[in-house]
């Protein structure tokens, strides 16, 4: 705690420019630090993922500064545009639309840009979805992998999971709400029957914790869920089955778990556990029928 607060000049040398990493609320416009607040309304300009968020935290503490945009789509021209404004001396605070930059979110360009120019890059910690979620949650936290979001592609997606099918930390995950429920049945597949957790609009109105297993928590997600969310998912615990326990079963056998975990008719469960076991549809249902 000593000297915190005498270092407020917050850069090196008073004519240096410098890049602060301004976290900001997930939510709760309360969530938000003094010395957030404080950056924001001495910076030169405001490097924000879009200006019309951000416009709404900065109206609500009455900071009227300029604002750039700076996201995943001019992320490489803008990152040198600010680079010399950074060089030129200016003070740059950099926003998401909400909780940490660079987190899943742009930033990663510009800061490397920085560090080769020597330009001092400052972090100002507040929310981030991932510590948020996870404090809360009830999983092990001692030790977690964050995942980001999941990559669409379904390919990629599958071989990430069956890359995590071995991890024992928890795992946090973010995601839109309209994949939940396929990302949940992923986990499921590849991960086994885990505990997870869904944490939804966190610190807003509407801020739940769903708690259960993987495949209980897929049965609920059938009710479209709206907000954001994010995932996590517990380490296996010895009663867990695994995602290839699951899949060494007889057909006939986890036919009838996926129709029972899904709530889904036979035919889609067979579907399923087809492409489990990488079998044409044709193969599946013989090998039912002989009793395999
Ligand atoms: N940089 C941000 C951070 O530090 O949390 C994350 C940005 S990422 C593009 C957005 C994702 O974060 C959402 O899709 C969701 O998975 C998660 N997220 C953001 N706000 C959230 C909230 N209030 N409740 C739950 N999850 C949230």
Do not use: W
């Not at 709760?28 to 030169?44: F, K």
């Not at 469960?269 to 087809?274: D, E, P």
């Amino acid at each position: 705690m000593e000297d915190s607060v005498s270092k407020l000049s917050e850069s090196p040398s008073p004519r240096r420019g410098c890049l602060f990493l301004v976290a900001t609320p997930i939510g709760n416009l309360e969530d938000i630090t003094v010395r957030a607040l404080r950056l924001l309304g001495e910076a030169d300009l405001i490097a924000c993922e879009d200006t019309r968020q951000t416009a709404k935290l900065l109206n609500h503490y009455g900071i009227h500064k300029s604002t750039v945009s700076y996201h995943q789509h001019n992320e490489a021209s803008r990152a040198n545009e600010l680079l010399k404004r950074l060089e030129e001396g200016a003070r740059i605070a950099l926003v998401s639309d909400a909780g940490t930059p660079v987190i899943s979110d742009p930033g990663h360009r510009l800061i490397s840009l920085c560090l080769e120019y020597q330009v001092p890059v400052i972090p100002v910690p507040g929310p981030s979805a991932v510590i948020a979620a996870l404090a809360a949650s009830g999983l092990p936290s001692e030790e977690f992998l964050f995942v980001g979001f999941l990559p669409s592609r379904v390919v990629a997606r599958r071989k990430k999971l069956q890359d995590l099918a071995r991890e024992n930390r928890t795992m946090v995950l973010y995601e839109a709400p309209h994949r939940l429920a396929q990302t949940l049945s992923d986990a499921l597949e590849y991960l086994g029957r885990r505990q997870a957790v869904v944490a939804r609009e966190i610190t807003k109105i509407h801020e739940e914790f769903l708690r259960g297993d993987l495949a209980e928590l897929l049965v609920r997600a059938r009710q479209p869920l709206r907000g954001e969310m994010t995932i996590l998912i517990g380490p296996p615990s010895s009663q867990t089955e695994s995602g290839a326990e699951l899949r060494a079963a007889p057909l006939r056998d986890r036919v009838e778990q996926i129709m029972r975990e899904r709530e889904i008719d036979r035919k889609a469960a067979l579907k399923l556990a087809a492409r489990e076991r990488g079998l044409t549809k044709r193969e599946a249902y013989k090998q039912l029928l002989s009793g395999a």
